[in-house]
């Protein structure tokens, strides 16, 4: 495991956050597996996008194909965000063949955001207690995201998306946070600690800090499931760092999206720009 530090905050470059978790998966070309289930992945045509008239990626209807009993809200291809529960899908073990379609009996995996389900640590380096220098939010998986009623989050899932009742989770994996921004502000780094640095993001943190009603520091989140690399799906996460009590917070989702490889050279391409220069390598 190889630490990397940037302005006194230290984080873990790691292949799979996953393995202290317990939560891994091997894989080979084609093929998936999720715990001791064998997901075959569709590879027909109809899990291509086209464009609609406004521009929009669209999918073309799914075949059935062999399909016993298909769940009925699932339109589109993993990974798929789902709003109402904050999680994005990733995989299911029942596919229809040549189909984006799965089983109703379908097991699955999904992922969540570090510190949802629980609150972190607020870090202040420097100055002292009433002005620090800089002050840090990690969002890692010392941070919960793991739903602290399991049984009743996965029927929440099964239902929304069709699925039978004893449909389960075989992982819940957590987003590993790889590059973010602060809104309207200038602070943007590589890794997994939002950091507030320039004079208008510690103005913010001490309006934030006073744990005002509603006040949050609205933030940008880049970053892949379990791992860092730049092989795997990108994610887009907008949410808001929220005030709990005294240093401490959460994460607030408000929308969240996989990111295109153009979308992701754009967000590069910005992290490129910063001066000081950043390991942006090692995100993208």
């Not at 084609?30 to 045509?45: D, E």
């Not at 999904?110 to 607020?122: D, F, L, N, Q, W």
């Not at 939010?137 to 009742?165: R, S, Y």
């Not at 009603?213 to 880049?222: A, F, H, R, T």
Request: aromatic residues 8%; charged residues 25%; glycine residues 8%.
């Amino acid at each position: 495991m190889t630490n990397l530090t940037t302005d006194n905050f230290t984080f873990h470059k790691a292949a799979l956050v996953c393995v202290t978790l317990g939560l891994c998966a091997c894989t080979t070309p084609g093929k998936k597996t999720l715990g001791n289930s064998t997901v075959s992945k569709p590879t027909s045509a109809q899990n291509e996008k086209a464009k609609g008239e406004d521009g929009e990626e669209v999918l073309p209807d799914a075949d059935i194909g062999d399909c016993k009993n298909p769940a009925s809200n699932i339109s589109k291809p993993t990974p798929f965000y789902v709003p109402s529960l904050d999680i994005f899908m990733t995989d299911f073990t029942n596919h229809c063949r040549d189909s984006y379609l799965v089983e109703k009996d379908s097991d699955w995996a999904a992922m969540r955001v570090p510190c949802t389900e629980g609150s972190g640590k607020v870090e202040e380096k420097g100055g002292n207690s009433a002005n620090p220098d800089l002050v840090g939010f990690p969002i890692d998986v010392n941070c919960d995201f793991l739903p602290a009623d399991q049984p009743a989050f996965e029927a929440k899932v099964n239902t929304a998306l069709g699925l039978e009742k004893t449909a389960s989770s075989l992982a819940i994996n957590p987003l590993a946070v790889q590059y973010w921004e602060v809104e309207n502000s200038n602070d943007s780094d590589v890794g997994n600690v939002v950091m507030l640095r320039t004079n208008g993001g510690l103005s913010r943190y001490k309006e934030w800090e006073k744990g005002a009603k509603g006040k949050s520091i609205k933030v940008d989140l880049y970053g892949r499931e379990n791992a860092w690399g730049s092989e795997q799906h990108f994610y887009h996460y907008e949410a808001e760092i929220v005030w709990t009590s005294h240093n401490r917070f959460r994460i607030k989702v408000t929308n969240a999206r996989e990111l295109s490889e153009q979308q992701k050279e754009e967000v590069g391409a910005r992290c490129r720009s910063l001066k000081p220069k950043r390991a942006c390598h090692l995100a993208f």
